[in-house]
C-alpha cells in the first residue's frame, strides 16, 4: 500500500494568516492526489483534485501543488469557516488510500 | 445534484454480518463508480472498496475475505456486507461516487459526492 503522511497532524492559527499543510507519499504517485476537508460531524468534502486543480465553486484562497512524493496545502488567508480538518488522499494505486489528516484550529 | 444516504442497523454483535446500504438521488448508479470508506474513532480513513455497474469489485486487501459488495440498479442503491465483525469494525461508514476521467495522458480521479455516514457498533 501506498502510505501517506501529512503534517501537522494539528495547527492553530489566527484569522487571516496563511496556513500550510504538507502531505508525503511512500512512493512516486505523480500528482494523483486529492485534498478533502472535513467538518465536525460532516462527510469529508472534495477541495482540490489532481493536487493543485480546486473543484468548482472552492474558494480561491485554498490551493494545492506538487507532484511526485511531496505535496503541499495552502490556505491563503484562514476564515473562521475553515475550522476543520483536512486530508490528502492519493489514487495512484489501490487500495485507496489517506493522510492522517491536520486539524486545523483558530488561535 | 448527487446525494447519496447510507442506511442500516447501527449496532451489530461480534462475529455477526454488517450490512448497510447506499441510495442514490439526482443522479444514475449506472454511471461513475460507488465506494465505502469508513472512519474509525480516531478519525483515520480507510478505503474499504468500490463497485462498478458491470459488477466487479475492488476490496482492500486486509477486508477482502469478510467483505462483499453489490449493487441494485432498479432501486438506484449498492450495498455492502462485511461479515465476522469484531470492535475493531465499529466505525462511521461513508458512500461515496467515484469519479475518473482520462484526457489524453491525464486521468483524474476523486470521490465528489460523499453521504451523510452512518456509525456502527459492534457490541454484545
Known amino acids: 500500500d501506498i502510505q501517506m503522511t501529512q503534517s501537522p497532524s494539528s495547527l492553530s492559527a489566527s484569522v487571516g494568516d496563511r496556513v500550510t499543510i504538507t502531505c508525503q507519499a511512500s512512493?512516486?504517485?505523480?500528482?494523483?492526489l486529492n485534498w478533502y476537508q472535513q467538518k465536525p460531524g460532516k462527510a469529508p468534502k472534495l477541495l482540490i483534485y489532481?493536487?493543485?486543480n480546486l473543484k468548482t465553486g472552492v474558494p480561491s484562497r485554498f490551493s494545492g501543488s506538487g507532484s511526485g512524493t511531496h505535496f503541499t496545502f495552502a490556505i491563503s488567508s484562514l476564515q473562521p469557516e475553515d475550522i476543520a480538518t483536512y486530508f490528502c488522499q492519493q489514487y495512484d494505486d489501490l487500495p485507496l488510500t489517506f493522510g492522517g489528516g491536520t486539524k486545523v484550529e483558530i488561535k | 445534484q448527487v446525494q447519496l444516504q447510507e442506511s442500516g442497523p447501527g449496532l451489530v454483535k461480534p462475529s455477526e454480518t454488517l450490512s448497510l446500504t447506499c441510495t442514490v438521488s439526482g443522479g444514475s448508479i449506472s454511471r461513475n463508480y460507488w465506494n465505502w470508506i469508513r472512519q474509525t474513532p480516531g478519525e483515520r480513513l480507510e478505503w474499504i472498496g468500490n463497485i462498478f455497474l458491470s459488477g466487479s469489485t475492488n476490496y482492500n486487501p486486509p477486508l477482502k475475505s469478510r467483505l462483499t459488495m453489490s449493487m441494485d440498479t432498479s432501486k438506484n442503491q449498492f450495498s455492502l456486507k462485511l461479515n465476522s465483525v469484531t470492535a475493531a469494525d465499529t466505525a462511521v461508514y461513508y458512500c461515496?461516487?467515484?469519479?475518473?476521467?482520462?484526457?489524453?495522458?491525464?486521468?483524474?480521479?476523486?470521490?465528489?459526492?460523499w453521504g451523510q455516514g452512518a456509525l456502527v457498533i459492534v457490541s454484545s
Open positions: 512512493q512516486d504517485i505523480s500528482n494523483y
Open positions: 461515496a461516487r467515484g469519479f475518473g476521467s482520462c484526457s489524453g495522458t491525464s486521468c483524474s480521479n476523486y470521490l465528489d459526492f
Open positions: 489532481d493536487a493543485s
